[in-house]
């Protein structure tokens, strides 16, 4: 190739727009370190924290756009990024997806919402982050914090945890539990609940089985292991509610 040819090519690439910059090379907001995000036009020490904080408390932003919920970042600063982030496989604050000869809309996922109730005194890190607007920061702020202090009594009890206020516990309230339901649950949650070991839990099952459910606490007495005194301290953690009222709680078919 001629120098001609060189530098017609130098010159080429200079003159191309942002947009062309390929996915690999864009700073991925889901993923980027604090120095990462402090390299981005606009974004400096103070505005990277505040975004990583976000990540942390709020989950993953679904398009580069959402970079507009951080505290401090507003339409004039992303206009300044759209070029040079990408929010996992979402690129440009359009929406557009990246990949080869791929140009289509990005449409966001639904908000991540658990299976089932999640007992927030027993869940592990990774069931607690499967909570809307439960992010890693948060939930291992609620894991330290019941460690500390002990079980969490209702749903409204977790705004003693820094970080967590009503709005939250409004937004999770419908997927949370605090005591386990001795009808539902497993072996090994049961195995979480402070002085039940492999021996009771089985039992505990087994007569479960037998009597088709449990209609009170009281008949952990039964159960080989649990003694009169073990129930007050088993109350903070469990609770029974009877085969008869789930029934009533299901909607007719």
Excluded at 136 to 148: C, G, L, N, S
Excluded at 221 to 234: E, K, T, Y
């Amino acid at each position: 190739m001629t120098r001609f040819a060189h530098v017609l090519l130098l010159l080429v690439l200079l003159l191309l727009p942002p947009s062309t910059v390929r996915g690999a090379d864009l700073v991925d907001i889901n993923t980027a370190t604090g120095p990462q995000l402090e390299s981005l036009p606009g974004i400096g020490p103070a505005r990277a924290d505040a975004i990583l904080r976000d990540r942390d408390r709020n989950g993953h932003f679904a398009t580069p756009a959402d970079l507009q919920r951080v505290s401090g970042i507003g339409p004039g600063i992303l206009s300044q990024l759209c070029h040079r982030i990408r929010a996992g496989d979402v690129q440009g604050c359009d929406g557009t997806e990246v990949g080869p000869h791929i140009v289509s809309t990005h449409v966001d996922p639904p908000e991540r919402t658990p299976i089932a109730p999640v007992n927030v005194n027993l869940a592990s890190l990774d069931e607690l982050v499967a909570l809307p607007r439960i992010g890693p920061t948060r939930a291992q702020a609620i894991i330290t914090e019941r460690e500390q202090n002990g079980p969490f009594e209702s749903a409204d009890d977790i705004e003693r945890v820094s970080g967590i206020g009503p709005a939250t516990v409004e937004g999770i309230r419908q997927w949370i539990t605090v005591r386990e339901d001795l009808n539902t649950t497993s072996r090994d949650r049961l195995l979480r609940v402070p002085g039940i070991n492999m021996a009771i839990a089985e039992e505990i099952l087994r007569q479960r089985d037998e009597m088709e459910g449990f209609v009170a606490i009281e008949s952990l007495l039964g159960v080989d292991g649990i003694r009169p005194s073990d129930l007050d301290s088993l109350r903070r953690w469990v609770t029974v509610v009877p085969p008869s009222a789930a029934a009533d709680t299901e909607p007719s078919e």
